[in-house]
C-alpha cells in the first residue's frame, strides 16, 4: 500500500502541476462566488434556494468532471508518451499498482476539492438566507418545504389492468387493430388512457387519493400537486382538498384557488394518518366556471414526508457527486492506460456523451426508423434501431440520475442511492475497469527497440 500511496502522491502533484487543471480549479473558484451573485432567480424563496444549490454545485460537478477526464487521460498516458513511466516499471512496482495510484491520487484530490466547494456553497447559502428579512410564513416554508429532505410518496395507483384488457380483446375482435399495429404499444396506449381518464376531476365531482405514510412523524405531512385544465385561458381554477379519514370529525379542510401548470404546496398534519399507516385525500372540484382538472397520473399528487435534516440530505448529495467523479476517475484512467493522451481525451469525452444522452437513447429504441420512401422497414432500417437498442443497453449501467434537483427542492437523497452509485459505479463497474485497465496495460509495449 505504501508504494500505491507514493504513486497516489505523484499522481496528485501532477495534476497540480497541469495547466488545464489550473485553469479549470480557477473556474471552480469563480463559479462558487460568481454565479450565486450574477444568476438571479424568480424573485421567490424557493428560486434563491434553487440557484444556490442547484446552478453553483451544477457548475462544480461540471468542472470537476471535466478536470478529472483530463487529468486521469494524462496521468499514465503523459508518463509513458514522455517516457517517465519506465522510471517507475523498472522499480517493484506492478501496473496495477501504478493504476490504484493513480486513481486513488485523482480520488484524493477530488474529495478535498469537493468538500471545500460543498462547504463554501452551504456556507454562502446559510449567509445569504439569514440576511434576507422573512417573514413567518418564509420561515415555516424554508423550515418545512426547502432545507429539509423528505421522502416523495405516490398514491396507490388506480386498478385500470383489467379495463384495458378487456378493451384491447374488444378492438381485436371486432377488427380495430391493423394488422401491423404491436400489440403492447396499442394495450400501453389503452392503460394510459384510462389513467388519465381515471386522475381527470370534472366539475362538482370528487377525486380520492389514498397514500401510504412509509414512517410515522410529527413534522407535517406536505402535499404537492400540478394539474392542466380543460380551459386554454389558464385561469385560476376552485377546489377544496380534505385529507383523513372520511368519518373524522376532525378531518382537515383546505379551499385552494390554484393556477393551472403550477406546482402547489399545503401543508397537513401528521396527526390525520390512521393506525393503518394510511392517509386518504378528497380534492373536490368546486370551480365556479365548468372546468376539468386534469392531474398526471405519475406525480400529478404527491406527498412528502420528513426524512432527515437538511445537512445529511447535503452531505449524501456531495457523496454521490464524489462517487460519479471517481467512476469518470476509473474510466479516464483505464483509457490513458490503453491509449494516447489525445486518443484517450476523445474516447473519454464521447462515452460521457452517451451516458448523458440516455433518454434520448431510450426514445429512438422506441421508434421506427424508414429510410427512403419504402412503405416498410428494410434491412438497413433494422440495423439502425438496433444500433440505438445497442447504445442504450451499453450505457444504462453508467446512467445516474442528479442528486441536485432533489437538494434543491428539499426532496430525500437516500443512502440507498449512495450505495447504489459506490457499489455498482465505482465498486462493481470501477473493479471491471481496474481488472480490464490492468490486464492489458501489462501487455502493452511501453518501450520499442531502436
Not at 227 to 252: H, I, M, Y
Amino acid at each position: 500500500m505504501r508504494k500505491i500511496f507514493a504513486i497516489a502522491g505523484l499522481a496528485i502533484r501532477s495534476a497540480i502541476r497541469s495547466l488545464v487543471v489550473v485553469v479549470l480549479l480557477a473556474l471552480l473558484l469563480i463559479a462558487i462566488i460568481a454565479l450565486p451573485l450574477t444568476i438571479k432567480g424568480d424573485g421567490t424563496l424557493t428560486g434563491a434556494v434553487q440557484v444556490l444549490l442547484r446552478y453553483t454545485l451544477g457548475a462544480v460537478n461540471i468542472i470537476l468532471s471535466i478536470a478529472t477526464l483530463w487529468a486521469g487521460c494524462a496521468a499514465i498516458a503523459t508518463e509513458v508518451q514522455e517516457h517517465q513511466v519506465h522510471l517507475l516499471v523498472t522499480k517493484p512496482v506492478t501496473r496495477a499498482q501504478l493504476w490504484l495510484g493513480k486513481w486513488l491520487g485523482l480520488l484524493a484530490l477530488n474529495t478535498v476539492l469537493l468538500a471545500s466547494a460543498g462547504g463554501v456553497t452551504y456556507g454562502l447559502l446559510h449567509w445569504h438566507l439569514n440576511r434576507q428579512p422573512l417573514s413567518a410564513d418564509n420561515r415555516t416554508t424554508l423550515r418545512e418545504e426547502l432545507l429539509v429532505a423528505r421522502r416523495v410518496v405516490n398514491a396507490e395507483q388506480i386498478p385500470v389492468e383489467a379495463d384495458a384488457q378487456r378493451i384491447f380483446a374488444e378492438q381485436r375482435r371486432t377488427g380495430v387493430l391493423t394488422k401491423d399495429a404491436r400489440p403492447d404499444q396499442v394495450l400501453a396506449a389503452i392503460r394510459q388512457t384510462l389513467l388519465q381518464q381515471a386522475h381527470s376531476l370534472p366539475p362538482n365531482l370528487m377525486l380520492r387519493h389514498v397514500f401510504k405514510v412509509p414512517t410515522a412523524t410529527t413534522r407535517p405531512l406536505v402535499l404537492r400537486y400540478k394539474f392542466t385544465s380543460s380551459q386554454t385561458d389558464k385561469n385560476p381554477v376552485a377546489c377544496v382538498w380534505l385529507a383523513g379519514a372520511p368519518e373524522r370529525p376532525d378531518r382537515f379542510q383546505r379551499p385552494e384557488l390554484a393556477a393551472p401548470a403550477g406546482i402547489h404546496t399545503l401543508q397537513v398534519p401528521a396527526l390525520l394518518v390512521a393506525a393503518d399507516g394510511t392517509l386518504t385525500v378528497d380534492i373536490a372540484n368546486v370551480n365556479p366556471e365548468p372546468v376539468t382538472m386534469v392531474f398526471a397520473p405519475a406525480d400529478g399528487v404527491q406527498l412528502l414526508v420528513y426524512e432527515s435534516s437538511f445537512a445529511a440530505n447535503f452531505f449524501r448529495c456531495l457523496l454521490i457527486m464524489l462517487g460519479e467523479l471517481a467512476f469518470l476517475g476509473a474510466l479516464s484512467v483505464t483509457l490513458g492506460s490503453l491509449f494516447s493522451l489525445p486518443v484517450a481525451a476523445l474516447t473519454t469525452a464521447y462515452a460521457v456523451m452517451l451516458m448523458n444522452i440516455g433518454s434520448y437513447l431510450q426514445i429512438l429504441t422506441q421508434e421506427t426508423f424508414i429510410i427512403g420512401s419504402a412503405a416498410k422497414s428494410n434491412t438497413f432500417d433494422l440495423l439502425i434501431h438496433f444500433l440505438y437498442v445497442g447504445l442504450y443497453w451499453l450505457t444504462k449501467p453508467f446512467q445516474t440520475a442528479s442528486p441536485l434537483e432533489p437538494l434543491a427542492v428539499g426532496e430525500l437523497v437516500s443512502w440507498s442511492w449512495v450505495a447504489g452509485v459506490w457499489g455498482w459505479q465505482v465498486l462493481v463497474i470501477g473493479g471491471i475497469l481496474t481488472a480490464v485497465g490492468t490486464w492489458i496495460f501489462n501487455r502493452r509495449e511501453l518501450g520499442l527497440p531502436t
